[in-house]
């Protein structure tokens, strides 16, 4: 069975500091996995996505995620944080079988001034 | 513009009243999926549907019924059973590829509460 993991239910960074999202996964077939955005009483958007090939995965809004395998990671990153990115984000990976999304807990990010 | 519509955003449920959640779409997808959203713990899969006239059973599917009799359409009933319905709904739909990469694109998501 698939399972997610997101290190840190809430993460707090400045603005212009790093932003570094984790997610491990574990996954009895090749995995496919997903980052998705919600804002405040939204639904998701599609950050970014690794299926195969390229294991650095450029997203919108200047986000990127890089698959690990080796650490069944697809942690996220973003060099500088904008008061814009301030919402929850959540990793999926894809389930084996039919289509179905097994999402993590969610990281809800703060931007300070 | 194509998308995925939900209605109402807001919706309030009396004891022991069923209520029924509106999901269209217009992206000419075959699958589409329901989810329930509480804090700290992410999505839950409800039901989903792959085609007109089938679907099947998520990870939290009691108190919870569906329909899928046109593909634009999969209304999700919340039943009287279901003790704890308070919670934001997603619905979602994708395409059925032969992979498990399809993407699933996502609604603006209804509140439920209860009276």
């Known amino acids: 069975a698939q399972s997610v993991t997101q290190l840190g239910s809430h993460v707090s960074v400045s603005e212009g500091a790093l932003v570094l999202l984790r997610c491990n996964y574990s996954?009895?077939?090749?995995?496919?996995l997903f980052w998705y955005v919600q804002y405040p009483n939204q639904g998701l958007q599609l950050l970014l996505k690794y299926t195969t090939g390229a294991t650095l995965v450029k997203g919108i809004n200047g986000f990127e995620a890089e698959f690990k395998k080796s650490e069944t990671s697809f942690h996220l990153t973003k060099p500088s944080a904008h008061m814009s990115d301030a919402a929850e984000y959540f990793c999926?990976?894809?389930?084996?079988?039919?289509?179905?999304?097994?999402f993590g807990q969610g990281t809800r990010l703060t931007i300070n001034p | 513009d194509g998308g995925i519509t939900q209605s109402p955003k807001y919706l309030f449920r009396k004891e022991g009243q069923n209520v029924t959640l509106s999901c269209e779409q217009n992206l000419n997808h075959d699958a589409m999926y329901w989810y329930r959203q509480d804090p700290g713990q992410g999505l839950r899969l409800i039901y989903y549907?792959?085609?007109?006239?089938?679907?099947q059973k998520g990870d939290i599917a009691e108190g919870y019924s569906v329909s899928r009799e046109k593909k634009e359409s999969f209304p999700l009933t919340v039943t009287s059973a279901q003790k704890n319905p308070t919670a934001f709904y997603l619905c979602?739909?994708?395409?059925?590829?032969?992979?498990?990469?399809?993407?699933?694109?996502f609604g603006p998501g209804t509140r439920l509460l209860v009276l």
């Open positions: 999926a990976v894809s389930s084996q079988g039919a289509q179905k999304l097994v």
């Open positions: 979602a739909s994708s395409i059925v590829g032969s992979s498990r990469r399809e993407t699933q694109y």
């Open positions: 996954s009895s077939v090749p995995p496919y």
């Open positions: 549907s792959q085609i007109v006239n089938d679907f």
